[in-house]
């Protein structure tokens, strides 16, 4: 009876500890929509709605998938100690992945796919480019988890940590873009960023593996990596120069099991020039398979 009692007692703090881990994420997660209104100038319930514009909805989709992901990292539940520190914590932490998040997509915008407004194409129907939007603000918050998983505490070096690990995150994005970029440019003569405003969907989603995949090797990285408050750059440091390896493994284990999966199949010609939908979606599987197996064995 004791037992049971202890038990009972035991299922009554967790149900409260997640009643506010639900209250927050929800909360967050209703913003994601309204933000991005906000932000983009945009009635969002006449884009969704009234316009059925698909390409603003996996936008959107991309948002809220990506704030999930996020606040997965800031959950400590009974580790909290008290209702009041896990509230706080995830109302911080939430805010600042929220603001982590959007800054990635300013960063991406900017720097990864700066040729063309893409604001305004998802506003024009591009599902492309939606799709694309949608995989790096995902990206993003598979870094950001790992970052809030990583670190302790809610001083001002777990924040320069945080920041810190985001900082590392677009740097690596933005390279793989570039290197995707230039294959592409290489294989077809053809820029990337042209032919995604031209609404070429397989390739998006060929693009979008790429990005998730790099983001699930910058998270393998941070498990080799102990969280020190007194020794923040040098965990960064560790953190940066791991990424870059697994990076590099990621790509030729990734580039192996393509050609296994694929095997006798022209992956170029039929996503480049046929634009084949299936072949790049199983690209995009293959990789996130590949990037899911390197962190299992990271951990």
Known sequence: MNELM????????LVGYLLI????AILLLGGIRYTMGFIGKVDTKDELAKKDNFAYGISMAGGVAAMGIALSGAITGELAGSYAVELMGMLIYGVAALIMIKAGRYIHDKFALPDFHK??????????VGIVDAASVIATAIVVRAALIWVEGMDLSTFIALASAWIVSQIMLVIITRLFEWQYARNSGVSFQ???EEGQIALAIRYC???ISTAMSVTAASYFISYDPQNVWVGITQWAVMSVILMISLTLLTMLAKLIVLWGINRREEVEDQQNVGIATIELTT???IALLLMALMT
Do not use: C, E, K, P
């Open 287 to 289: 990789s996130f398979s």
């Open 6 to 13: 202890t038990t009972l007692g035991h299922s009554s703090s």
């Open 194 to 196: 042209a032919t995604l």
């Open 119 to 128: 604001h305004q194409q998802i506003l024009q129907r591009n599902t492309s």
């Open 209 to 211: 593996g790429y990005l």
């Open 21 to 24: 881990d639900m209250a927050v």
